[in-house]
């Protein structure tokens, strides 16, 4: 008790102190803690939004201050004011190009953040070459913060805009998903009609998606639904949506029957990968992820799959009442479009009292979207509901959304128009009026049938006060005065006596019930008329004084009056077209959804249209990616990347070799073979070998090619993802070499990839599991891998030519992971060669049980000889066997344990059917590869 | 994208600004105050504003409204999630998100902003991440700092930003080991008057507190995952493993989180607690009316259903109740017009009844409009839809945790619709009412 009073007292002592002198005084003290306090009550101050430039100078000092907190606080109020002291903030600028070259990479990019948030336009050339630098850091961290910078500096001076896109093409192509989405945001700022710049990006962005941070992905979905927009074809282009929006699109079709004849839609793998890789995030736990992936669905998705994004945008209905705001909006618009999507959570829609006014009017928007025969009478009951409530814009509400289901769904017409004329003895005038202005537009329809119902109406002008119901029911018995003759005029006398004491609209009305009743009944009513015309004339508004005069040359007959009175009855009392009601979300849909502009339903300042589809898909080949050039990517780099190389040079120049091979048959030897091969890949690689001599391990995979396998791209299988293995990435692929210490093995090629700050030591495998009969030859352990950086090792697995998989630990100094390898069936082969005599007498050998044959249809992109002979070495580790017929491919292989012959044809005929041929001794691993091949050719 | 962020409190005082570009006067929140003015509650001003040279969008949390200025187009939804994120973190850090709170503290809201967005775009937005660089304050802490000057802002360097787990710092130490998991249910019902069930569905969350040494990799599992009908994880949860096997596999961050939210929507599984008898009645020839109100348990598993609550909104004419109740307290606000019963814990053998008369305004006309009746339930260690953990295992490191799961069901919109009579006058309407409801039959 004492300590705790004694420490109060100093406190205050303290505080006391502290107050006596001025901020001017603390911040030149030598203190920290007066500093800091000092700092603490201007920012205080600047939070409150009162104005403190005037200590600028004696902040600015404190700039190199030692103390963190002070430093920050001072970087706080530099930021803030930088701008209306452009002078006095340059003498920071050098404590930050100090930063800059910290070997700490958190003070770097902190350094880089502040100096790019200083808006001085004299320090843009020191600005961009920080970034510049900053784009090519070691650390992710600083890169990120580099993306950052670039809008920053953009707006400061926007004549940079060519320099910046320079950096932001070598951000694109960073492959961490720390920059990922801020690069991504840059791009969207700086160029976003650059959309080239995506092209070598885009399987990647797609690819790391799921692992950026959350406001990146809803950057990048976004980004990406406008690039699919324009590089796909629309995925519903032979579909007859059956919704009648859509009969433009019929005509459309109808013009051009030969389009949609022309051949049928197949959906580019590419768009197929960015509709998988986003589903997922419909989970997201971030409500503008979910809505992010929900609108590129509805724009870009098959009608079939647009469904899966309904639940996810009802669970949204569930968060804050602003959340539900913005997606009901964007349900209203995709009900229009997509009815059928929401129908099984109609219930979902229901509206709850508590409920904020203006969700309760989205809802019920919603509701009246979805109604339909089936649904309609659970709908109007919900509907009786809420009539009853409290609040009376909502009420209101509800009234025009009973007039909207009576006009879209004719059966429930007349019950919907007996429940609104009941509605009419209601007390609360607002709802009465609502009442009669919706009636008015349900009895435009048919008219003839409700005489009555307009009686009705007509003896409400004595009650109703509400300017626009008057107006509604003055214009019905105007235009339907021949159904109530005898009330019609007595209605137009009452008026006229109350004329100079209505609303505008009303007295227009009245004027328009005049003319119609001197037009049809001029004989009790000319008189009335004229004193209403008379009165109209000297009105105070213009616009009633025109509409008289008007009306009055018109229809009273006069020696001047021209051709037109003629037909004035003709002009009045003309058909007028039922009204339509629709949805105010109807064709909202042009924009974006998910965006501002979208909710506001008009163009907000920076918003990208959304392309229409292009008539033909331009060229899928761009988003191929060729081998990167940096020494920092070979970490990343895929081998799915670089076999894009092999893919497109390898086989071609093989075939060629296989054609002098048999055309002159005798230098075929092992041993010239070999060499030939080397030559061969000597001379391909060539222009990139240099960069391949970077790449010590793939240069060795190279060099060491003794077979003649067409190695085609090689696919890369997890072992363990950076997450679980606490930032050891382990990937695996099968080299396809021969495993040098023992034959029977397969060789599994590793790539440890150091994630974590800290390094990793004693990388090794123990407590291998197998099932019996295989066996396993470890890599010789890995001592240290340092962090950041990846190492390779090979090890072999004898699978006895089986899939099963061999499971062993992979141990670090700290930590053991569980681990498994499984190979594809084609893995577990490798190529030999054969003369096409030898296949032929090797095939009769192996018929029967041994021939496995398959009929298929080639895939459209797979019809050529080449891609099928990349397509199958793919799968399986063959190689080709020459043959003199351009119908069949020809391939061959052994199993690596047993040295089982394995022999593949794929013979083709008319319009991409083919027959698949496969012969070997072991059955499993025939059928397994048939189906691989299958798979492969049919894709 | 996000330009700046004006704090109002409900009075329309801007107690805070904030701006990520230059700045922005604060003359452009009278767009916001005029709209504000419009609605009459605070729940009611749009969300999204549009002004001549800016748009405005807020959200309202704790009595208190985050505007942001926004100059360019931007996924409305992604500003709204991400004001609500600042306040969640206001709140993680302080206890509370009100005005006294950040007006107490607002140097380190201040920073807590800064380090939020850059350029604004958001930058540092998990709670793990911001506590590193800006401790949370504590009374001890604030003590010493008085006494030594120290602060509040972290003096190692934030690596968790670096991380590829960002959501949990490395080097956590605890001597406890222990991870609670909370599986709280909310029922949403809409009963009509005859006790039918119109609407009804459950909504779940886990609420996981997690303190565990080092890095933990856990593995949550259930003995029905298949009643969930719709999920969303935290970020830390593994979508694969889902996928493939119904099992939440996570690495946790340090502390609370929300691990998962969960939807069961099947009608027939979601067993409703209580049943209320209730009818409310006005009498045209005096100004006064009747309400009579029973509760009882219906599906309540065997468990006691507690802290049973009903609110009710009357009509505006009712000026005051004179009432009686067998259990428990009721208060009316005269105001609001807010009837109050607070029961407490519900006895099967001597159901709760409030029964008594309303004085309505004289000379008014009668009430035309439905009061709704809104129920508040608690039943502990049951999750309404059955939904049960069946185990929870830890990989990666050596020691053995304290686990522990608890379950509780809440009652969340929980409405009955009530259909009140009025004798004599009003025969028109409830006609109509019936009439319709004729019609609606032979419709069907």
């Given at each position: 008790?004492?300590?705790?009073?004694?420490?109060?007292?100093?406190?205050?002592?303290l505080?006391?102190?502290?107050?006596?002198?001025?901020?001017?005084?603390?911040?030149?003290?030598?203190?920290?803690?007066?500093?800091?306090?000092?700092?603490?009550?201007?920012?205080?101050?600047?939070?409150?939004?009162?104005?403190?430039?005037?200590?600028?100078?004696a902040?600015?000092?404190?700039?190199a201050?030692?103390?963190?907190?002070?430093?920050?606080?001072?970087?706080?109020?530099?930021?803030?004011?930088?701008?209306?002291?452009?002078?006095?903030?340059?003498?920071?600028?050098?404590?930050?190009?100090?930063?800059?070259?910290?070997?700490?990479?958190?003070?770097?990019?902190?350094?880089?953040?502040?100096?790019?948030?200083?808006?001085?336009?004299?320090i843009?050339?020191?600005?961009?070459?920080?970034?510049?630098?900053?784009?090519?850091?070691?650390?992710?961290?600083?890169?990120?913060t580099?993306?950052?910078?670039?809008?920053?500096?953009y707006?400061?001076?926007?004549?940079?805009?060519?320099q910046?896109?320079?950096?932001?093409?070598?951000l694109?192509?960073?492959?961490?998903?720390?920059?990922?989405?801020?690069?991504?945001m840059?791009?969207?700022?700086?160029?976003?009609?650059?959309?080239?710049?995506?092209?070598?990006?885009?399987?990647?962005?797609?690819?790391?998606?799921?692992?950026?941070?959350?406001?990146?992905?809803?950057?990048?979905?976004?980004?990406?639904?406008?690039?699919?927009r324009?590089?796909?074809?629309?995925?519903n282009?032979?579909?007859?949506?059956?919704?009648?929006?859509?009969?433009?699109?019929?005509?459309?079709?109808?013009?051009?029957?030969?389009?949609?004849?022309?051949?049928?839609?197949?959906?580019?793998?590419?768009?197929?990968?960015?509709?998988?890789?986003?589903?997922?995030?419909?989970?997201?736990?971030?409500?503008?992820?979910?809505?992010?992936?929900?609108?590129?669905?509805?724009?870009?998705?098959?009608?079939?799959?647009?469904?899966?994004?309904?639940?996810a945008?009802?669970?949204?209905l569930?968060?804050?009442?602003?959340?539900?705001?913005?997606?009901?909006?964007?349900?209203?618009?995709?009900?229009?479009?997509?009815?059928?999507?929401?129908?099984?959570?109609?219930?979902?829609?229901?509206?709850?009292?508590?409920?904020?006014?203006?969700i309760?009017?989205l809802?019920?928007?919603?509701?009246?979207?979805?109604?339909?025969?089936?649904n309609?009478?659970?709908?109007?009951?919900?509907?009786?509901?809420?009539?009853?409530?409290?609040?009376?814009?909502?009420?209101?509400?509800?009234?025009?959304a009973i007039?909207?289901?009576?006009?879209?769904?004719?059966?429930?017409?007349?019950?919907?128009?007996?429940?609104?004329?009941?509605?009419?003895?209601?007390?609360?005038?607002l709802?009465?009026?609502?009442?009669?202005?919706?009636?008015?537009?349900?009895?435009?329809?048919?008219?003839?049938?409700?005489?009555?119902?307009?009686?009705?109406?007509?003896?409400?002008?004595?009650?109703?006060?509400?300017?626009?119901?008057?107006?509604?029911?003055?214009?019905?018995?105007?235009?339907?005065?021949?159904?109530?003759?005898?009330?019609?005029?007595?209605?137009?006398?009452?008026?006229?006596?109350?004329?100079?004491?209505?609303?505008?609209?009303?007295?227009?009305?009245?004027?328009?019930?005049?003319?119609?009743?001197?037009?049809?009944?001029?004989?009790?009513?000319?008189?009335l008329?004229?004193?209403?015309?008379?009165?109209?004339?000297?009105?105070?508004?213009?616009?009633?004084?025109?509409?008289?005069?008007?009306?009055?040359?018109?229809?009273v007959p006069?020696?001047?009056?021209?051709?037109l009175?003629?037909?004035?009855?003709?002009?009045?009392l003309?058909?007028?077209?039922?009204?339509?009601?629709e949805?105010?979300?109807?064709?909202?849909?042009?924009?974006?959804?998910?965006?501002?502009?979208?909710?506001?339903?008009?163009?907000?300042?920076?918003?990208?249209?959304?392309?229409?589809?292009?008539?033909?898909?331009?060229?899928?080949?761009?988003?191929n990616?060729?081998?990167?050039d940096?020494?920092?990517?070979?970490?990343?780099?895929?081998?799915?990347?670089?076999?894009?190389?092999?893919?497109l040079?390898?086989?071609?120049?093989?075939?060629?070799?296989?054609?002098?091979?048999?055309?002159?048959?005798?230098?075929?030897?092992?041993?010239?073979?070999?060499?030939?091969?080397?030559?061969?890949?000597?001379?391909?690689?060539?222009?990139?070998?240099?960069?391949?001599?970077?790449?010590?391990?793939?240069l060795?995979?190279?060099?060491?090619?003794?077979?003649?396998?067409?190695?085609?791209?090689?696919?890369?299988?997890?072992?363990?993802?950076?997450?679980?293995?606490e930032?050891?990435?382990?990937?695996?692929?099968?080299?396809?070499?021969?495993?040098?210490?023992?034959?029977?093995?397969?060789?599994?090629?590793?790539?440890?990839?150091?994630?974590?700050?800290?390094?990793?030591?004693?990388?090794?495998?123990?407590?291998?599991?197998?099932?019996?009969?295989?066996?396993?030859?470890?890599f010789?352990?890995?001592?240290?891998?340092?962090?950041?950086?990846?190492?390779?090792?090979?090890?072999g697995?004898?699978?006895?030519?089986?899939?099963?998989?061999?499971?062993?630990?992979?141990?670090?100094?700290?930590?053991?992971?569980?681990?498994?390898?499984q190979?594809?069936v084609?893995?577990?082969?490798?190529?030999?060669?054969?003369?096409?005599?030898?296949?032929?007498?090797?095939?009769?050998?192996?018929?029967?049980?041994?021939?496995?044959t398959?009929?298929?249809?080639?895939?459209?992109?797979?019809?050529?000889?080449?891609?099928?002979?990349?397509?199958?070495?793919?799968?399986?580790n063959?190689?080709?066997?020459?043959?003199?017929?351009?119908?069949?491919?020809?391939?061959?292989?052994?199993?690596?344990?047993?040295?089982?012959?394995?022999?593949?044809?794929?013979?083709?005929?008319?319009?991409?059917?083919?027959?698949?041929?496969?012969?070997?001794?072991?059955?499993?691993?025939?059928?397994?590869?048939?189906?691989?091949?299958?798979?492969?050719?049919?894709? | 994208?996000?330009?700046?962020?004006?704090?109002?409190n409900?009075?329309?005082?801007?107690f805070?600004?904030?701006?990520w570009?230059?700045?922005?006067?604060?003359?452009?929140?009278?767009?916001?105050?005029?709209?504000?003015?419009?609605a009459?509650?605070?729940?009611?001003v749009?969300?999204?504003?549009?002004?001549?040279?800016?748009?405005?969008?807020?959200i309202?949390?704790?009595?208190?409204?985050?505007?942001?200025?926004?100059?360019t187009?931007?996924?409305?939804?992604?500003?709204?999630?991400?004001?609500?994120?600042?306040?969640?973190?206001?709140?993680?850090?302080?206890?509370?998100?009100?005005?006294?709170?950040?007006?107490?503290?607002?140097?380190?809201?201040?920073?807590?902003?800064?380090?939020?967005?850059?350029?604004?775009?958001?930058?540092?937005?998990?709670?793990?991440?911001?506590?590193?660089?800006?401790?949370?304050?504590?009374?001890?802490?604030?003590?010493v700092?008085?006494?030594?000057?120290?602060?509040?802002?972290?003096?190692?360097?934030?690596?968790?930003?670096?991380?590829?787990?960002?959501?949990?710092?490395?080097?956590?130490?605890y001597?406890?080991?222990?991870?609670?998991?909370?599986?709280?249910?909310?029922?949403?019902?809409?009963?009509?008057?005859?006790?039918?069930?119109?609407?009804?569905?459950?909504?779940?969350?886990?609420?996981?507190?997690v303190?565990?040494?080092?890095?933990?990799?856990?593995?949550?599992?259930?003995?029905?995952?298949?009643?969930?009908?719709?999920?969303?994880?935290?970020?830390?949860?593994?979508?694969?493993?889902?996928?493939?096997?119904?099992?939440?596999?996570?690495?946790?961050?340090?502390?609370?989180?929300?691990?998962?939210?969960?939807?069961?929507?099947?009608?027939?599984?979601?067993?409703?607690?209580?049943?209320?008898?209730?009818?409310?009645?006005?009498?045209?020839?005096?100004?006064?009316?009747?309400?009579?109100?029973t509760?009882?348990?219906?599906?309540?598993?065997?468990?006691?259903?507690?802290?049973?609550?009903?609110?009710?909104?009357?009509?505006?004419?009712?000026?005051?109740?004179?009432?009686?109740?067998?259990?428990?307290?009721?208060?009316?606000?005269?105001a609001?017009?807010?009837?109050?019963?607070?029961?407490?814990?519900?006895?099967?053998?001597?159901?709760?009844?409030?029964?008594?008369?309303?004085?309505t305004?004289?000379g008014?006309?009668?009430?035309?409009?439905?009061?709704?009746?809104?129920?508040?339930?608690?039943?502990q260690?049951?999750a309404?839809?059955?939904?049960?953990v069946?185990?929870?295992?830890?990989?990666?490191?050596?020691?053995?945790?304290?686990?522990?799961?608890?379950?509780?069901?809440?009652?969340?919109?929980?409405?009955?619709?009530?259909?009140?009579?009025?004798?004599?006058?009003?025969?028109?309407?409830?006609?109509?009412?019936?009439?319709?409801?004729?019609?609606?039959?032979?419709?069907?």
């Open positions: 008790m004492f300590v705790a009073s004694v420490i109060i007292v100093f406190c205050l002592f505080s006391a102190e502290k107050e006596a002198k001025t901020n001017y005084q603390m911040l030149d003290s030598n203190k920290d803690s007066l500093k800091l306090e000092a700092m603490k009550r201007i920012v205080a101050m600047i939070a409150r939004g009162k104005n403190a430039s005037d200590l600028f100078p902040v600015v000092k404190n700039v201050c030692k103390n963190i907190e002070v430093k920050k606080l001072v970087y706080v109020y530099l930021v803030r004011y930088a701008e209306e002291q452009q002078d006095l903030a340059l003498l920071s600028i050098s404590t930050f190009q100090r930063g800059l070259k910290d070997p700490n990479q958190l003070i770097r990019a902190s350094a880089l953040r502040v100096l790019s948030s200083i808006r001085v336009t004299i843009v050339p020191i600005m961009m070459l920080a970034i510049k630098e900053a784009a090519s850091d070691m650390s992710p961290y600083v890169r990120k580099a993306a950052h910078a670039i809008p920053k500096l707006s400061l001076d926007p004549e940079q805009k060519d910046l896109i320079e950096v932001i093409e070598k694109l192509a960073d492959k961490t998903t720390l920059v990922a989405g801020s690069v991504v840059a791009f969207e700022e700086v160029c976003p009609e650059r959309i080239d710049l995506i092209h070598k990006n885009y399987r990647k962005l797609c690819n790391l998606l799921i692992d950026v941070e959350e406001w990146g992905q809803v950057v990048i979905i976004n980004m990406l639904t406008r690039y699919a324009t590089q796909f074809l629309n995925p282009m032979n579909v007859n949506e059956d919704e009648d929006e859509d009969e433009e699109e019929k005509e459309k079709k109808a013009e051009t029957p030969a389009m949609a004849k022309r051949k049928p839609y197949v959906m580019d793998p590419d768009h197929r990968l960015l509709l998988r890789n986003t589903k997922p995030l419909l989970q997201s736990r971030n409500a503008a992820v979910v809505m992010a992936v929900a609108q590129l669905y509805f724009h870009l998705a098959p009608k079939a799959e647009v469904g899966v994004i309904a639940k945008l009802v669970r949204l569930r968060s804050h009442s602003e959340v539900q705001y913005v997606v009901l909006q964007n349900v209203a618009t995709m009900t229009i479009k997509r009815r059928g999507m929401f129908e099984p959570y109609l219930k979902s829609f229901y509206i709850r009292s508590t409920d904020p006014t203006q309760k009017v809802k019920l928007e919603v509701l009246t979207n979805l109604a339909n025969e089936t309609i009478s659970t709908i109007l009951r919900e509907f009786q509901t809420y009539i009853k409530s409290m609040d009376k814009d909502f009420v209101a509400a509800t009234i025009q007039g909207r289901c009576a006009t879209n769904i004719g059966e429930v017409r007349d019950t919907c128009l007996n429940g609104l004329v009941q509605l009419l003895s209601n007390r609360d005038e709802v009465v009026a609502e009442s009669v202005v919706v009636i008015k537009k349900l009895l435009q329809m048919q008219p003839e049938k409700h005489s009555d119902i307009i009686k009705h109406m007509a003896k409400l002008t004595d009650n109703i006060q509400v300017p626009m119901a008057r107006a509604s029911i003055l214009w019905l018995i105007g235009e339907y005065c021949e159904h109530v003759p005898k009330i019609a005029p007595d209605v137009l006398r009452k008026m006229a006596k109350s004329f100079t004491n209505e609303e505008d609209i009303v007295k227009l009305q009245i004027i328009n019930l005049a003319a119609k009743l001197y037009l049809t009944n001029s004989k009790q009513t000319k008189l008329t004229q004193y209403v015309l008379n009165l109209a004339k000297y009105d105070q508004n213009y616009d009633i004084r025109d509409r008289a005069r008007f009306i009055r040359q018109l229809i006069t020696e001047k009056s021209g051709a009175s003629k037909y004035a009855k003709k002009l009045f003309a058909l007028k077209p039922a009204p339509v009601l949805s105010p979300f109807k064709d909202r849909d042009h924009f974006q959804l998910g965006s501002l502009s979208h909710l506001l339903n008009a163009k907000a300042g920076g918003y990208q249209e959304l392309p229409d589809w292009p008539e033909a898909a331009p060229d899928p080949s761009v988003r990616v060729e081998v990167k940096s020494v920092r990517a070979v970490g990343t780099v895929t081998y799915r990347d670089t076999g894009a190389l092999w893919d040079q390898g086989p071609k120049k093989l075939e060629g070799s296989e054609k002098s091979d048999s055309a002159s048959g005798s230098e075929s030897g092992s041993g010239s073979e070999e060499s030939y091969m080397l030559l061969f890949h000597a001379n391909v690689y060539q222009p990139s070998l240099y960069n391949w001599a970077l790449v010590s391990m793939t060795h995979l190279v060099l060491c090619l003794q077979t003649i396998a067409p190695s085609s791209a090689l696919k890369n299988y997890e072992l363990l993802h950076r997450i679980t293995g930032g050891l990435s382990v990937e695996y692929c099968f080299s396809r070499q021969p495993f040098s210490p023992d034959a029977n093995m397969v060789a599994v090629q590793m790539q440890f990839t150091n994630n974590a700050t800290a390094d990793t030591k004693n990388l090794h495998i123990e407590d291998v599991k197998l099932q019996s009969g295989m066996r396993v030859k470890e010789s352990e890995i001592e240290l891998l340092p962090a950041g950086e990846t190492a390779t090792a090979v090890m697995i004898d699978f006895c030519d089986s899939t099963q998989a061999a499971n062993f630990q992979l141990c670090t100094h700290t930590r053991k992971f569980f681990v498994s390898i190979p594809p084609g893995e577990l082969m490798r190529p030999v060669f054969l003369t096409e005599n030898e296949f032929k007498k090797e095939q009769g050998q192996l018929m029967g049980m041994n021939e496995i398959e009929k298929l249809t080639l895939d459209m992109k797979c019809r050529n000889e080449h891609t099928i002979v990349q397509r199958v070495t793919t799968a399986a063959l190689s080709r066997v020459p043959c003199g017929s351009d119908k069949e491919c020809r391939f061959a292989g052994r199993t690596v344990s047993s040295s089982s012959l394995v022999l593949v044809t794929v013979a083709t005929k008319e319009e991409g059917a083919a027959q698949l041929t496969v012969n070997c001794e072991k059955m499993v691993i025939g059928t397994m590869l048939v189906k691989d091949i299958l798979l492969a050719l049919t894709q | 994208m996000i330009h700046s962020l004006f704090l109002i409900h009075t329309g005082d801007i805070l600004e904030k701006h570009k230059s700045v922005i006067g604060r003359s452009v929140c009278d767009y916001f105050f005029e709209a504000r003015e419009k009459v509650e605070p729940e009611n749009p969300p999204v504003l549009q002004t001549p040279h800016h748009y405005l969008i807020s309202y949390r704790g009595k208190l409204f985050f505007l942001s200025v926004i100059q187009e931007v996924p409305p939804l992604f500003v709204i999630e991400f004001l609500h994120r600042v306040a969640d973190t206001i709140q993680d850090y302080f206890g509370e998100c009100s005005e006294g709170v950040i007006k107490d503290n607002v140097v380190t809201v201040y920073e807590l902003l800064e380090e939020m967005l850059d350029n604004g775009f958001p930058l540092a937005t998990e709670s793990n991440v911001l506590k590193e660089m800006i401790r949370p304050p504590t009374i001890l802490r604030s003590v700092n008085t006494l030594t000057g120290a602060s509040n802002v972290g003096d190692t360097l934030p690596t968790g930003q670096l991380s590829n787990v960002p959501w949990r710092r490395v080097g956590v130490k001597t406890n080991n222990e991870a609670y998991f909370d599986v709280i249910e909310e029922i949403d019902a809409i009963l009509d008057k005859s006790g039918t069930t119109v609407f009804a569905e459950i909504q779940g969350v886990i609420e996981a507190c303190r565990l040494t080092g890095m933990p990799d856990l593995t949550l599992s259930f003995m029905n995952p298949r009643l969930l009908d719709d999920v969303s994880f935290h970020p830390c949860v593994r979508f694969k493993r889902w996928e493939s096997e119904r099992v939440l596999s996570f690495i946790p961050p340090d502390g609370n989180f929300t691990l998962m939210n969960y939807h069961v929507s099947s009608q027939n599984l979601v067993a409703i607690p209580v049943y209320v008898k209730q009818s409310i009645s006005f009498f045209e020839t005096g100004p006064c009316g009747r309400l009579d109100i509760i009882g348990p219906k599906q309540t598993m065997g468990k006691t259903v507690e802290g049973l609550m009903v609110t009710i909104h009357m009509p505006k004419a009712v000026l005051s109740a004179n009432l009686t109740a067998t259990q428990g307290t009721y208060t009316y606000d005269l609001t017009k807010v009837l109050v019963w607070d029961i407490g814990k519900l006895n099967p053998q001597k159901l709760p009844n409030l029964k008594g008369s309303l004085t305004q004289a008014t006309p009668k009430p035309e409009d439905n009061p709704s009746l809104n129920i508040d339930l608690k039943i260690q049951l309404i839809s059955g939904l049960k069946s185990r929870l295992d830890m990989y990666g490191e050596k020691y053995k945790p304290f686990k522990g799961v608890k379950y509780l069901t809440k009652a969340g919109k929980f409405q009955i619709y009530i259909y009140m009579f009025i004798f004599l006058e009003n025969l028109m309407s409830y006609l109509l009412f019936e009439w319709l409801q004729c019609v609606l039959k032979h419709s069907i």
